[in-house]
Every structure is written in structure tokens, then in C-alpha cells.
């Protein structure tokens, strides 16, 4: 066999070592807990236009949920589904951004790099879709003001506006929300199930790095302060302060088996941090719980808070929280004011694309029923029935029914096409006008 070939093989048996890695890593979070309903462990927030945004990635597909009063409600979906035969892969990651007053959400699903409009949360729209053509398998993605990276089998990249990879480095990880990047670019926070690794971009190298207390190598953010370059981070027993070389200043034991996330606004005199069992705000100044909250309480059983994100300002601050066993969103007091429950019924295999109706043949100006499944959740479609085109939202299962009528044309056969707005799917069924 020709070295290529076992090189090929190599790379192929790598990625897929890592794939399963990465899917075990995902459902280690809560000792002891069995459940057939995935977790919520991870993803991203945002306050748009005064309203709670919040998405996930972590059932496979790009969910999407708004603050609605005292709900978090579920108000899409998007499946990444190849155009060609109709596979299903699974989105990995995601992150949002709020770019010249839209926002938008780029996402992963290892081979493809996508980027939505959701400035309207309830209709998603496809802006670009690249294609990675390098071996590299993108498991994460990161908007750091005007820089887009993906974080990959082969490293971290780094691409312009066109969607063209401009630089990468050698940063290697199973958990790409483990990583942070500064503000300008030059220093990339890993932290790994040894410590926290800082790579130099300018230097194209690990310059620091400091050891941890790791239990178990999981999702785990650090928190870099701009204003005076300090580092906070949480292991495994301690609350921790380091300086910009890596040096420990001070720590303090945060009374939890396992850390997780920590994270804020920059400037602020606190930030959040979880651990499982718990959610604190503490004091940047002397690293002192200022307020907790006991999160297992606030969802079902299996609850274990993972991933967090800080959004808002001062005046209007909220966390999100992924408590595994859904997502729930706390005030500036760690009072709930929403949530969302995981439930089995994430776990339903998607449908194949299809179209059904209810007469293959009708004559002219009459109705025929269209009934299709396997397209977006809540996605708008277009139907073309021979050049008269109508419009439909799916449910939230992807299905839908409509009514259409029959052209005024000649007799013919013809075709009545389905496309999804958002997901570009499209369905054609064949029928004969008399």
C-alpha cells in the first residue's frame, strides 16, 4: 500500500478517535446520573434588541430560544442536512454576533462552516456556507470582534470577511469551548486536562504554562480580564487569580468537587463562575462569594451546572446557565427568571425529506392538500406549483399541510416543488393537470 494511502488512513482513524472522544467527553459531566434525555452542557447568549437570546448546539442540531416574560422558549431549529443525499450531520458548535445592528450565528458540523442572519430568531436565513477542503474537521468556532476562528482536528484558524483562511496555529484541543481568545488577537487561553496553556500568535508558540488541579478533562473556560491582564479560572478545588505570565496571585477552594466556566463583563468588580452543584458570584478583588445559587435545585433531576455565560450590562445583567438538564436564566441575584427542560422528545430521529398529496391528478382551478415532513423546524417554505408559488411555515417537528390550488393552464404534467427558505432543502412530486 502507497505511503498516501496509509497517510490518509492515519488521518482518517485519528478523526474519528477524536470524534468519539470528544462524544464521550459530552455525557460525562454528572456523576452518577443516568438519563435518556441529552444534556445541555454548552453554547452561547446574547441580549439583542432587549431580548434574552440564547443558543445550543448540543442536540445535534442549531436550537435557537428567546425570552419571552417568564418562559425560555424554543423558536428554532436548523438541521444541517447535505443537499445532495440528504445526510444529517450534526452541528458541533456555535457562536454569536451582533455585526453593524444584526445578528448573526456561525456554526460548525465538521466539514462545513455556516453563517445565519437571526436577527429574527422565528426565521433563520442561510448567509454562506464554506466547505473545508484540508482534512480538517471543524469541531468549534469563535467570532472574537472582527476575527473568525475555527477550532479543528487540524488547529485553530483564523479567516477574513470572504471566508478565506488568512493564518492557523498549533492549538490543539477535544473541547473547543476551552478556548479563549483575546481581544487582539495575540494570545490564545487553552486550558487542557493538564493546565492552562498560552499560546503566543506572534511567537507561534506555548509560551506559558501552568499546571491545574484536573479531576477529569472537560469543558472548562477561563475568564482574561483586558483592563489589567489578569486571569481567572476555576480547577477542580480552587478559585483561582493568575497574572498575565501564568504566576498563581491568590486562590481560594470553591467547596465543589469539579469548576467549570467562569465568565463576565470586562471592567465589572465581579464575574460568575459554575461547579456543578452551583452557580457564585464573587469578587474579583479577593476572589469571596458575594451570592450563590444551588442550580441542582432549580431543574430536574440530573442537574449539574456546566457551561455559563454572563450577558447584558450593570443595569440589566443576566446568566445563562446549562444546567444539563436544561437551560436556565438567572438574574444579576442568581434568581431564576426562565428556563428551558430538556425533554425525550429532543431524541426523536429526524424525518427523510418527503411530500405527500392528496390526488396525483385534478383538473384546473381546483385544491389539492401538500403535506411534507423532514424540512427545518418552524422554517418558512416556498411551494412552486408550475410557476404559482406559495407560501408555509412547518411546525416544530419540520411538517406541514396547505391547501393550494390547481394553475389555470393547459392540460400538462407538471411538478410541485417544496424549498426551505433557511435550510435551501427542496422536494419535488410529480402531477398531472387535466
Excluded at 445550543?56 to 424554543?74: A, C, H, I, S, Y
Excluded at 488547529?155 to 492549538?171: A, E, H, I, M, R
Excluded at 469548576?259 to 452543584?277: E, N, R, V
Amino acid at each position: 500500500m502507497s505511503k498516501s494511502k496509509n497517510l490518509n488512513r492515519f488521518k482518517i482513524a485519528g478523526l474519528m478517535a477524536m470524534i468519539m472522544s470528544l462524544a464521550v467527553s459530552f455525557i460525562v459531566f454528572t456523576p452518577g446520573v443516568k438519563s435518556r434525555t441529552k444534556p445541555y452542557f454548552s453554547g452561547d447568549a446574547i441580549i439583542y434588541n432587549n431580548q434574552v437570546i440564547v443558543g445550543t448546539t448540543n442536540m445535534g442540531v442549531l436550537e435557537l430560544f428567546k425570552q419571552n416574560g417568564g418562559r425560555l422558549d424554543r423558536v428554532a431549529k436548523i438541521e444541517s442536512v447535505n443537499a445532495q443525499n440528504l445526510k444529517k450531520n450534526d452541528f458541533y458548535n456555535l457562536d454569536f454576533s451582533q455585526e453593524s445592528g444584526r445578528l448573526f450565528v456561525y456554526a460548525v458540523d465538521g466539514r462545513n462552516l455556516f453563517k445565519y442572519d437571526v436577527s429574527n430568531v422565528y426565521e433563520p436565513i442561510l448567509i454562506n456556507k464554506i466547505k473545508d477542503n484540508s482534512f480538517d474537521y471543524f469541531l468549534g468556532v469563535k467570532k472574537v470582534g472582527s476575527r473568525l476562528y475555527t477550532i479543528g482536528t487540524n488547529g485553530v484558524k483564523l479567516w477574513n470577511k470572504d471566508f478565506q483562511v488568512v493564518d492557523s496555529y498549533k492549538v490543539y484541543t477535544r473541547h473547543p469551548n476551552n478556548l479563549v481568545f483575546d481581544d487582539e488577537g495575540r494570545f490564545i487561553y487553552n486550558t487542557t486536562d493538564k493546565g492552562l496553556e498560552i499560546f503566543d500568535t506572534r511567537e507561534r508558540k506555548v509560551v506559558v504554562n501552568t499546571p491545574l488541579n484536573v479531576k477529569e478533562n472537560h469543558d472548562r473556560k477561563v475568564f482574561y480580564e483586558v483592563t489589567d491582564g489578569k486571569i481567572y479560572l476555576i480547577d477542580d478545588s480552587a478559585l483561582k487569580e493568575l497574572n498575565y505570565g501564568g504566576n498563581v496571585i491568590k486562590e481560594v477552594d470553591h467547596g465543589s468537587s469539579l469548576g467549570y466556566y467562569i465568565d463576565g463583563k470586562a471592567g465589572q468588580s465581579h464575574l460568575y463562575y459554575s461547579s456543578g452543584d452551583k452557580v457564585v458570584k464573587f469578587n474579583k478583588e479577593n476572589l469571596k462569594s458575594i451570592i450563590s445559587a444551588k442550580t441542582k435545585s432549580m431543574g430536574s433531576f440530573g442537574s449539574w451546572a456546566v457551561g455559563l455565560r454572563a450577558i447584558g450590562n450593570s443595569t440589566n445583567e443576566s446568566v445563562v446557565v446549562f444546567n444539563t438538564s436544561g437551560i436556565l436564566v438567572l438574574d444579576k441575584n442568581l434568581n431564576l427568571t426562565s428556563s428551558y427542560k430538556a425533554i425525550e422528545e429532543d431524541l426523536k430521529p429526524f424525518e427523510s425529506l418527503a411530500l405527500g398529496l392528496d390526488k396525483t391528478t385534478a383538473a384546473a382551478n381546483s385544491q389539492v392538500s401538500v403535506r411534507g415532513q423532514g424540512f427545518g423546524f418552524n422554517e418558512n417554505l416556498e411551494i412552486d406549483f408550475a410557476g404559482e408559488k406559495t407560501n408555509v411555515m412547518t411546525d416544530e417537528n419540520g411538517r406541514f399541510t396547505k391547501i393550494i390550488n390547481v394553475p389555470n393552464i393547459s392540460s400538462k404534467r407538471t411538478d410541485i416543488k417544496v424549498t426551505g427558505k433557511t435550510s435551501k432543502l427542496s422536494y419535488s412530486i410529480s402531477f398531472q393537470i387535466q
